[in-house]
């Protein structure tokens, strides 16, 4: 069995099941970095900006987005 290394930063859940509504996935800062300048210039292009972060999808990547900066209308 071939070593992992990784951080515990570097875990995320695989939330691609459909049944993980409450399940928070974890990104790590600078993965949180890139997304936020990535939104800057491409705004909610989901699957550009996960087409620059490996391992990650568009789903993910938008569901942190709105967790986090979501304003309550």
Same mark, same amino acid.
């Given at each position: 069995?071939?070593?992992? =290394?990784?951080? %515990? ?7 691609? =099941?459909?049944?993980?509504? =409450? ?6 800062? =600078? ?40 304003? %309550?209308?």
């Amino acid at each position: 069995m071939a070593d992992l =290394d990784q951080s %515990s930063e570097d875990v995320s859940v695989d939330s691609r =099941d459909g049944n993980s509504q =409450d399940i928070k996935v974890e990104f790590t800062e =600078d993965e949180e970095r890139l997304i936020a300048r990535m939104f800057s210039l491409l705004g909610d292009r989901w699957s550009l900006i996960a087409g620059r972060i490996p391992g990650r999808t568009a789903k993910e990547i938008e569901k942190y987005w709105t967790s986090r900066y979501s304003n %309550s209308e």
